[in-house]
Structure formats: C-alpha cells, structure tokens
C-alpha cells in the first residue's frame, strides 16, 4: 500500500563509472515513468514504459542511458560511463492506467545522483 | 515544446490571492499541475482536458483556454502550505509524455 518508492536515495560516484537507479512503482499500476531535475530546474522526461515496454524513449540524453522494466514493477535506469552533466535527481512516476494524458502520475521521493 | 510559465516567481503575504500561468506553442489535450515543496517530490493538483473546463481543489482551481492553448492556476486566500513550486505539464494530442514547464516558485509570507 505504500507509495513509490526509489533506491538509492542519494548517489556519489565518479566520472566514468556506471550507476543503476531503481524505482519501484505502486502496486499494479501500468504506466512507469523517469524524469531527470537538476538543480532549480523543471521536470524533463526521460523514458514511460507501458507494461514492460517502453513505447517512448525519447527524453533519453545519450546512448549511455537506459532503462527496463520487469515483471510490471521494478524499472532500472541504468548510466553508464557517467559524466558531471548527469549530476541531478532522477524521478520516477508510476499511475495506474497508461495514457499520460489523463491520469494523475505519483512520484516517488527521486535519487540525488552527484558526479565528481 | 517546453510550455512557458509566468511568473518565474510570487511573492505574497499570507491571505493574498495569485494567478500562474503556462502557454503552449502547440495545440494541447490536457494540462496537469503539480506543486513541489523543497525536497520533495511533486503531488498532484488537477488535470484539465480540452473543453475549457474549470476544475477546483480547495482554494486552488485552474482553468484551461484551448484557443489560446493556455492553462491558468488560481489560489484564493493563500495559506502558508501553498509555498512551493507549481509546475504545469502539458500534453499533446496524441502523446503519452508529460513535458512540464520549468516552474513558478510561490512564497507566502505570514
């Protein structure tokens, strides 16, 4: 019954090394989505996955992002070779019936990733 | 695409009202808007659908002119826990993604 919730909460890495963030959604609930905030910024979109499939994926900056879902729960976004410009929160949204449009998306409390 | 939001920021005392707009240069089927505390993630307001309806919560309503493809957020007699960052995202015909404005920052002083 809880809400949704992302792990780590916090990320300290260095440039070069690949991270993996994790979101778990609420409980059936179709539609998954990742958003990037960096500092005082808006939302920007990443990827919404729609089930296990991600029919847009085209808020992804780079090839060394990228996401998947498995089992219509847990949702990995994966960076690989991270750089300092990748430093942000990574948010993560879920609502129970796909369709952006018009249904409400619930987020969770988002990962603080920090490249040095 | 990135809606644009007006003002970037408010300023208010305790009990004054504020209006937070967001215009799309694209034809729009629905506006959202979400508050965000310091922090936190960002919860839920309303959602508005192409008609031009109204929708209220609380003292917060909104409204949504699709001619002008602009979506506007009203808060009447503002309480302290109003302070935050309101955020609106919009959504195309058509689209599955939420593309959000870059934000106002509202705060109320007692």
């Known amino acids: 019954g809880a809400g949704v919730s992302q792990s780590p909460s916090n990320k300290v890495t260095e440039k070069g090394k690949d991270v993996e963030l994790r979101c778990d959604p609420i409980s059936g609930h179709t539609a998954l989505y990742w958003y990037r905030q960096r500092l005082g910024q808006g939302l920007e979109f990443l990827i919404y996955?729609?089930?296990?499939?991600?029919?847009?994926k085209s808020g992804l900056p780079s090839d060394r992002f990228s996401a998947e879902r498995t089992g219509e729960s847990v949702s990995t976004l994966t960076i690989q070779r991270t750089q300092q410009e990748d430093s942000a929160v990574y948010l993560c949204a879920s609502s129970l019936l796909a369709g952006a449009a018009v249904n409400e998306q619930f987020f969770g409390p988002g990962t603080r990733l920090t490249v040095l | 695409q990135q809606p644009v939001q007006s003002p970037q920021a408010v300023i208010l005392r305790e009990g004054e009202d504020a209006v937070i707009n967001c215009s799309s240069s694209k034809a729009l089927y629905s506006v959202h808007w979400y508050r965000q505390k310091h922090g936190e993630a960002p919860v839920f307001l309303m959602i508005l659908l192409k008609g031009g309806e109204q929708k209220g919560h609380e003292k917060i309503s909104a409204s949504f002119n699709e001619k002008k493809q602009q979506s506007s957020l009203y808060l009447t007699a503002s309480q302290l826990s109003y302070s935050g960052t309101y955020f609106c995202?919009?959504?195309?015909?058509?689209?599955?993604?939420?593309?959000f404005g870059q934000g106002t920052r509202l705060t109320i002083n007692p």
């Open positions: 995202g919009t959504v195309f015909q058509g689209a599955q993604k939420l593309v």
């Open positions: 996955f729609q089930g296990n499939s991600a029919p847009d």
